[in-house]
C-alpha cells in the first residue's frame, strides 16, 4: 500500500525515541554537572529555575537538552558531513543525526575526489563508518534535498540542520571558445576516472600529443600525473575500467601546467610536486627564467611555501645526478608548469569542430603578499594542445531558496557556521568557507560548526519539545516515490564493488550506474 501523505508541524506530543537516562549517567560534552549524585538537587532547582522564566505565549526552548533527543540531520556525507557527525555523537550522548545524501553511495569527495594512486588518503573511511555504525547515526542516500524534500521541511522535521554539502560545480573560464569539444573542467575528469555517476559517459579524447592544465592546484597537479602515470602504475587502484582502458590508449605525451602568477603563489602542496618530479616515465620541464632571485626572496616565507619553493629551484635549477639524468633521458612523457599565463582564448581546430590550441596573456604581478595579483603586460602567446582540463576552481550552488546563498563568493553566509538570518539552520566545509585546504582543514571547520550548535543548544536557542527527525521525512519521501539508500544498502553495494575488483587485483571495482546499483538492492 503506498504511503500515506502528510506534512508534520511541531507539536509536543510526538513519542520519544527512546527513554531518557538516568540523571547520573546523562552527559553533554565534558560536564561532568550531573555526574555527581550530591549536584543533582541544585540541578534540579536550576532547570526549574528556567523554565520559570519561560513567558506565556514565547517559544519554548529546548532547557533540558540532556534529557531531551535532540533530532540533528546533516545534508552531506562527505568529509565535512561525517565530521560533523561525529563531533555531534560524540559531545552529545543522546543527540541523534540523520545523513542526508543525493548520491546513492557515501563518502564524497573521499570517494569521487581523492586521485586512485592516493589511497592512504582514503583510509578515512574506515572513521566515517564507524561513525555510520552508531545506533545514534543513519544514513540516508538518494535523497536529493531542495528536490525530494525542501529545507524547510527538515527545519520542520527536526531541531537542527547543518548544510555540508560541498561545491560540486567548477569555475568556468569564461573566455571564447570555452564550449569547445576537447574543452573539460579538471572536476568532471576527475569524476570520470574516479567513477562519479553523472561523469561516467565523459569519453575525453585523448587522442591528441599536448594537453593544457590551467591552474596550479593539488587538482591540477592530480589530473597532469593521471595522464602521465604508466597504466601499468595504475591497475591495481580503484580507477574505473573505462578510464584505465582510455588511458591505455591514450598518445598524451605533453601536459603543461598553467598559472596566472608565479613559482611563490603556486597552490599545490611539496607532496604533490614530489610526485610529479619522481613520476616514471616523465621528466619536468622547467625554465629557470622563471625562478631568478627566488632564493632570497624565499627567506622570509613561511616554512611550507619556503620548502615547496626550494625543491622547485632544485628541480629547475640543479643539475640532476647521473641516475636521474638518465632517467629522464629516457623518459618518453613530460610536464611543464608555465608561469605567468593567463588564458585568453580557446583556438578551434581549421574546421572549427574541437579545440586545438588556447590563447594565453603574458602577465605580470603587482601588488605584494596575499595582494598579489597578475595583470595583462599585452603580450600573448599560443600554445597548441587538443586537450584542455579547467582546474581554477570549485564552487557550490545553492540548494534551496529559503537558504540564504553568495553567488560571488559561492557560499551560504554564515557566522562561525551559523546560517545569517535562519536561527537552527547551519552550515560546514566547503559551502560553508569555500573550495580550499584539505580534508584535516575540513574536519577542524565541521568540529567548529558542531560545536556552536552544541552551545546553542546548551543555551536554549534551538525549539523546544521532541521532534519526529527521520520519521517525518520518511513518509514525505515515500509519499514522493523517493527510495533511500540506508548504510547497510552501501555494504551490500561496497561487498559487491570488492568482489568485482577481486579478479583484477584492485581493491574495488566501483559500480557507476544508479540504476544498476538500485537492481542489485532489489529496488
Not at 532547570?47 to 546533516?74: H, N, W, Y
Not at 578515512?124 to 534535498?145: E, K, M, P, W, Y
Not at 619556503?306 to 638518465?326: C, D, F, H, I, S
Request: glycine fraction near 8%; aromatic fraction near 6%.
Amino acid at each position: 500500500m503506498a504511503p500515506r501523505c502528510w506534512r508534520w508541524w511541531p507539536w509536543t506530543a510526538w513519542p520519544r525515541t527512546r527513554p531518557p537516562p538516568s540523571e547520573s549517567t546523562q552527559t553533554f560534552g565534558n560536564s561532568d554537572e550531573v555526574r555527581d549524585p550530591a549536584n543533582a538537587k541544585a540541578l534540579r532547582k536550576k532547570r526549574r529555575s528556567a523554565q520559570m522564566r519561560v513567558k506565556p505565549g514565547k517559544p519554548r526552548f529546548l532547557l533540558d537538552t540532556e534529557e531531551q533527543t535532540p533530532q540533528i540531520c546533516v545534508v552531506g556525507s562527505g568529509p565535512a558531513g561525517f565530521y560533523t557527525a561525529q563531533h555531534l555523537l560524540k559531545h552529545h550522548s543522546r543527540a541523534h543525526v540523520d545523513i542526508y545524501e543525493k548520491q546513492l553511495v557515501p563518502f564524497g569527495l573521499v570517494r569521487f575526489g581523492v586521485a586512485p594512486d592516493h589511497p592512504e588518503v582514503k583510509n578515512v573511511i574506515n572513521t566515517f563508518t564507524r561513525t555510520a555504525h552508531s545506533d545514534r547515526c543513519a544514513f540516508h542516500g538518494n535523497v536529493v534535498v531542495g528536490r525530494d524534500v525542501t529545507v524547510q521541511e527538515l527545519r520542520d522535521a527536526y531541531h537542527a540542520v547543518v548544510l555540508s554539502y560541498g561545491a560540486e560545480d567548477h569555475r568556468g573560464l569564461e573566455i571564447p571558445g570555452e564550449e569547445l569539444p576537447g574543452v573539460l573542467s579538471a572536476r568532471a575528469f576527475v569524476g570520470w576516472y574516479n567513477g562519479l555517476p553523472e561523469n561516467r559517459k565523459l569519453a575525453p579524447d585523448l587522442s591528441c600529443d599536448t594537453a593544457v592544465v590551467l591552474g596550479q592546484g593539488n587538482v591540477a597537479l592530480d589530473v597532469a600525473r593521471i595522464l602521465l602515470t604508466p597504466p601499468e602504475y595504475l591497475e591495481k587502484t580503484d580507477i574505473t575500467e573505462a578510464a584505465l582502458g582510455a588511458l591505455r590508449q591514450s598518445q598524451v605525451k605533453t601536459v603543461w601546467i598553467v598559472g596566472r602568477r608565479g613559482p611563490l603563489q603556486v597552490a599545490f602542496t611539496i607532496k604533490e610536486l614530489r610526485e610529479m618530479i619522481q613520476l616514471p616515465g616523465t621528466r619536468p620541464i622547467l625554465d629557470p627564467a622563471d625562478f631568478l632571485g627566488l632564493q632570497d626572496r624565499i627567506k622570509e616565507v613561511p616554512r611550507p611555501r619556503k620548502r615547496l619553493t626550494e625543491l622547485l629551484l632544485q628541480a629547475a635549477t640543479e643539475k640532476p645526478g647521473v641516475a636521474e639524468a638518465a632517467r629522464r633521458a629516457s623518459a618518453s612523457r613530460a610536464w611543464g608548469l608555465r608561469f605567468f599565463r593567463s588564458p585568453q582564448q580557446v583556438l578551434p581546430s581549421p574546421d572549427g569542430r574541437r579545440a586545438a590550441g588556447i590563447r594565453l596573456a603574458v602577465t605580470r604581478l603587482e601588488g605584494v603578499g596575499e595582494a598579489t595579483r597578475a595583470v595583462p603586460t599585452g603580450a600573448v602567446e599560443d600554445l597548441p594542445c587538443g586537450l584542455v582540463l579547467s582546474s581554477i576552481g570549485y564552487k557550490s550552488r545553492p540548494i534551496d531558496p529559503s537558504v540564504p546563498f553568495d553567488p560571488k563568493l559561492g557560499v551560504i553566509p554564515n557566522m562561525e557556521g551559523r546560517v545569517v538570518d535562519v536561527p537552527g539552520l547551519y552550515c560546514s566545509g566547503w559551502v560553508k568557507r569555500g573550495p580550499t585546504g584539505v580534508i584535516t582543514t575540513t574536519m577542524t571547520d565541521s568540529f567548529v560548526t558542531g560545536q556552536i550548535l552544541l552551545q546553542d543548544l546548551k543555551a536554549g536557542l534551538l525549539p523546544s519539545g521532541p521532534r519526529p527527525g527521520y520519521a517525518a521525512i520518511k513518509a514525505l519521501l515515500g509519499c514522493r516515490g523517493v527510495w533511500p539508500v540506508s548504510f547497510s544498502d552501501w555494504e551490500k553495494l561496497d561487498a559487491e564493488e570488492v568482489s568485482r575488483g577481486q579478479g583484477a587485483g584492485k581493491p574495488r571495482e566501483k559500480l557507476l550506474d544508479p540504476q544498476e546499483m538500485l537492481r542489485l538492492l532489489g529496488r
